[in-house]
């Protein structure tokens, strides 16, 4: 089954960037959707940002419209998520989805934490 691993959070001032990857080992990276999700303290986990297995289709949650971009190579089994102009309410655990497009194979990464400073 494919794993997803993410990397790249870290501490970020406001306004700054950052890319967060996701790479996928143990199967075959453009088979799955994928989806970056975030989770902060005492907050639901929330869709970010989504995209199709062959980058054809693309969803951004209104709150990071215009500064996360979501991207995938599929020959080099990553995907990403550019985040630019950050805000403090970035602040959260972000987690890598892969799955199929019915949802029946559905793999989470660990997360990786960004903390945007103000």
């Known amino acids: 089954q494919v794993q997803p691993e993410e990397s790249g959070g870290g501490l970020v001032q406001a306004g700054g960037s950052l890319r967060l990857s996701c790479a996928a080992s143990?199967?075959?990276?453009?088979?799955?959707?994928m989806g970056w999700y975030r989770q902060a303290p005492g907050k639901e986990r929330e869709l970010v940002a989504r995209?199709?297995?062959?980058?054809?289709?693309?969803y951004y949650a209104d709150s990071v419209k215009g500064r996360f971009t979501i991207s995938r190579d599929n020959a080099g089994n990553t995907g990403y998520l550019q985040m630019i102009n950050v805000k403090s309410e970035d602040t959260a655990t972000y987690y890598c989805n892969l799955h199929t497009a019915n949802w029946i194979r559905n793999y989470w990464g660990q997360g990786t934490q960004v903390t945007v400073s103000s």
């Open positions: 995209m199709t297995r062959n980058g054809g289709s693309t």
């Open positions: 143990g199967g075959t990276f453009s088979n799955y959707d």
